[in-house]
C-alpha cells in the first residue's frame, strides 16, 4: 500500500525505495459527469533551479514540448478528456539523468480555456497526482487533492526536489488563477 | 454576521446544525415554464440509497425528516436540514432546479440564488448563480457535504440539458419513462388553443407514503372490485448499516437487496373480519396460510426465513371479493430478534392494479415492542379505505384487544 501523502507533506524517494531512478509521475483526475464543456485538462513540468526559475524555455514539457533536452523528463502526450483509468496524463523522470542545477521539478495541472467556459478546480473531482516507479509499476506515494482546491484554474500538484543527496517529493496543493500563463510567470516562462 | 458569497466551484464551511437552504429564481416565474426544486441525499458514493433520498414537490419529508422541503412555491423553495440528525452515512446532500418536461432552458432565467443560513436564520453563504448562456434544463445548484469532519457547502451550477432524467440517474435513481401522453392536439388545429391536460410528473415517484401527517387514503368502489391486492413487508438484513449494493429492478430494489446477515427474522400477517361476522388471523405462526382462491381470499406467500427470497414476504389479497371483507389489519412482529424497528427499517407497501402504491414505514415512531399493528384495511360502502396505523404492541393478544377483534390467542411455533 502506497503512502498517501497531505497537503504539505513530503515523503523521501531514495529512502522509500533505494533503487528508484526512474519514476512516473501519474496525474488524474475525473472525467465531467455533466453536461456541458468538457474538462480539457494539461499536465506540465517546470524544471528549476535554486532560484525556483526555468533556466529557459526548454526547462517547460508540455503539451507542445514534450521532452527535456537531457532527455530527464518527457510528457507522454496529452488526454484531452481524462477517460479511462488511473492516470490521466503521465510525465517520465530519470531522477539519474536531471542535470545537477536543477534542484527542482515542479508538476501543474492547469484548465484549458478556463476563462471561455466558465471553469474552475473547484468542478473538478478527485484530482491526485502519483509517483510510481517506472521499473516495478509499484505507485510508491501518492497524494489526493480532493478539497485542496476551489476556484483556481492553475495548481501546482506536486514537485520533486533534492534534498542534501535524496530526491523528495512534496504534496503542494497550490491553486493560482489564471491558468497556465499564471503558472509560466510563476516559474519564469515569458509567454509570447 | 455577514454571508460568503461563493461562484460555482468555490466552498466554504457550515455550522453542523439545523440549516435552512433557501433557492430563488430570477425572475420568480417566466410565463410556461415550471422549475422543480429538489435535494437528493447521497452517500459517500455520490448516488442515493433508495428513492426515500429523493425529496421533491411530491415527497417533501422523506425517511426520519432531517432533510425537509419546507416551502415550495414559484420561483422560490425552502429547505429544513438537520445536520445533527441526518443518517451517518449520508455524506453529500445535493439541491437541483429542473425544468418541468424541458420546456426551457435555465438560460432562459438571469440567475439562480442559493442562501445558508444557520440555525439562528442568519445567511453564513450565498451564492448566485449567473444563468445567462446556460443550455442545461436540469442543474445542480449546489451540495452541502462532508470533508474530514466538517460540513461544507460547494456552489456547482452545473448540469444536464435533458432535463430531470438524467439528473436522477446521475444521483443513482432509476427513473421510468412517463406513460405514453394523452392525444396530442392537431397541428393544423384553428385558434381557441385549448388548455393543455394536466399531465403526470415524468418521474414515476409517485408512490404515495402514508405518514403522521397523511396517514390515510381512499379508493374508490369499483364495480369489478379491486384486483390483486399485494402487500409487501421488507426490511434491512444488513445489520452492518451499510447500504446494499443497488440492483436492477424498481426504485426500492437496491436498498433492501442486502445478504440476510442479521439474526432478525419479521414476519406479516393479518387479522381479518368479515362481513358475516367472521373473524380470523392469517400468518405463518401456526400456519394459517390462507388461500387467494377460496374463502378468506387472503393467502400469505410462504414464509421467508432461508434469506434466499429477498423481496420480503407477500401477502395477497383478492379484491375481487372485497366486498365479502369487513376490515383487515396488517401487522408485522420480529418473531425472532430484538425489536429494533428503527435499524429493521421495515417497510409495508400496498400495491393496488392501477393505483399508486402505498408505503408505510415502520421506523418512525419506533417501540421496543415487537409487534406492529401496521395499517388498516376497511371496506367502506366498498370504497377501500387505508390508514396507516403503526401502532405498538406486545404481542397478538394486546393488539387484538386493543382493535376489539376477539380471537383467542395461545401460544405456537413454527
Known sequence: MALSLQKGGNLSLSKTDPSLTKIIVGLGWDERSTDGSGFDLDASAFLLTASGKVRGDADFIFYNQLKSVDGSVEHTGDNRSGQGDGDDEAVKVDLSKVPAEIQKIAFTVTIHDAEARKQNFGQVANAFIRIVNEQTGTEIVRYDLAEDYSTETAMVFGELYRHNAEWKFRAVGQGYSGGLKAMCDQFGIMIG | ?414
Open chain 2, 1 to 414: 454576521m455577514s454571508s460568503v458569497s461563493l461562484v460555482a466551484g468555490a466552498n466554504a464551511p457550515v455550522p453542523k446544525e439545523a440549516l435552512t437552504i433557501e433557492v430563488l429564481l430570477n425572475p420568480q416565474q417566466l410565463s410556461g415554464v415550471e422549475v422543480d426544486i429538489s435535494a437528493f441525499l447521497l452517500t459517500a458514493s455520490g448516488k442515493v440509497r433508495g428513492d426515500d433520498d429523493m425529496v421533491f414537490y411530491g415527497q417533501p419529508r422523506p425517511g426520519n425528516g432531517a432533510v425537509a422541503l419546507k416551502t415550495s412555491s414559484a420561483g422560490r423553495a425552502e429547505f429544513e436540514v438537520n445536520l445533527t440528525t441526518l443518517p451517518s452515512t449520508i455524506e453529500k446532500i445535493a439541491f437541483t432546479a429542473t425544468i418541468y418536461e424541458n420546456r426551457q432552458t435555465f438560460g432562459a432565467f438571469q440567475a439562480l440564488t442559493v442562501t445558508v443560513k444557520n440555525a439562528a436564520q442568519q445567511a453564513v453563504i450565498d451564492s448566485n448563480l449567473p444563468a445567462n448562456g446556460m443550455k442545461e434544463s436540469a442543474l445542480i445548484l449546489g451540495e452541502l457535504y462532508l470533508r474530514q469532519g466538517q460540513w461544507k457547502y460547494r456552489a456547482v451550477g452545473q448540469g444536464f440539458a435533458g432535463g430531470l432524467k438524467p439528473l436522477a440517474e446521475h444521483f443513482g435513481i432509476e427513473v421510468s419513462d412517463p406513460a405514453p401522453s394523452p392525444a396530442v392536439t392537431p397541428k393544423a388545429a384553428p385558434a381557441p388553443v385549448p388548455q393543455p391536460a394536466p399531465v403526470p410528473k415524468p418521474i414515476s415517484l409517485t408512490k404515495i407514503t402514508l405518514d403522521k401527517s397523511k396517514p390515510t387514503v381512499s379508493l374508490d368502489k369499483k364495480p369489478e372490485g379491486f384486483g390483486e391486492i399485494k402487500i409487501n413487508l421488507n426490511w434491512n438484513r444488513d445489520n452492518a448499516g451499510q447500504p446494499a449494493p443497488k440492483k436492477s429492478g424498481g426504485l426500492l430494489g437496491g436498498l433492501f437487496g442486502g445478504s440476510r446477515s442479521g439474526g432478525i427474522d419479521l414476519d406479516v400477517g393479518c387479522l381479518y373480519e368479515l362481513q358475516n361476522g367472521t373473524v380470523s388471523a392469517i400468518q405463518a405462526l401456526g400456519n394459517r396460510f390462507g388461500s387467494f382462491n377460496h374463502d378468506p381470499y387472503i393467502e400469505l406467500q410462504g414464509d421467508d426465513r432461508t434469506g434466499a427470497i429477498t423481496e420480503g414476504e407477500w401477502l395477497r389479497i383478492n379484491g375481487k371479493h372485497w366486498t365479502h371483507f369487513k376490515r383487515i389489519l396488517i401487522y408485522a412482529f420480529i418473531y425472532e430478534g430484538v425489536p429494533n424497528w428503527a435499524q429493521t427499517d421495515g417497510v409495508v407497501t400496498i400495491y393496488v392494479p392501477n393505483e399508486a402504491p402505498l408505503e408505510i414505514r415502520l421506523t418512525e415512531g419506533s417501540s421496543s415492542l415487537g409487534m406492529c399493528a401496521t395499517v388498516l384495511l376497511e371496506n367502506i360502502n366498498g370504497a377501500l379505505k387505508v390508514n396507516r396505523e403503526v401502532r405498538y404492541f406486545r404481542g397478538h393478544q394486546d393488539m387484538d384487544k386493543a382493535y376489539h377483534w376477539g380471537l383467542r390467542w395461545t401460544s405456537g411455533s413454527k
